[in-house]
Nanobody
Framework: QVHLVESGGGLVQPGGSLRLSCAAS????????MGWFRQVPGKDRELVAY???????TYVGSVQGRFTIYRDNVAKTVHLEMNNLKLEDTAVYYC????????????WGQGTQVTVSS
């Protein structure tokens, strides 16, 4: 069983910063990818940032240049540094972990709320 625990969400003013963290535990081998999605009520979950294998990092266009994803395969953690936050970044942020290549298992965290408000 694999568990993902997110932390670091909260309330921040526009232009502020937050750092999200996700720690994976359990029976984990062959981590392929780790990343972050977000979801607002009434909308589909959308990709925010994603690191696959040893390859390139993918960001959704709206966060490019403001968010940075960091991944530590030894510690089995992934972090999302969010700067210059905007009102439209308000969402529940979810950590994702994929094992195997091709991917054989996918796990999600429970989500952490990020609210950007003045």
């Amino acid at each position: 069983q694999v568990h993902l625990v997110e932390s670091g969400g909260g309330l921040v003013q526009p232009g502020g910063s937050l750092r999200l963290s996700c720690a994976a535990s359990g029976s984990i081998s062959r981590i392929y990818s780790m990343g972050w999605f977000r979801q607002v009520p009434g909308k589909d979950r959308e990709l925010v940032a994603y690191m696959a294998g040893g390859g390139p990092t993918t960001y959704v266009g709206s966060v490019q240049g403001r968010f940075t994803i960091y991944r530590d395969n030894v510690a089995k953690t992934v972090h999302l540094e969010m700067n210059n936050l905007k009102l439209e970044d308000t969402a529940v942020y979810y950590c994702i972990l994929e094992l195997g290549h091709p991917v054989t298992e996918t796990y999600w965290g429970q989500g952490t709320q990020v609210t950007v408000s003045s």
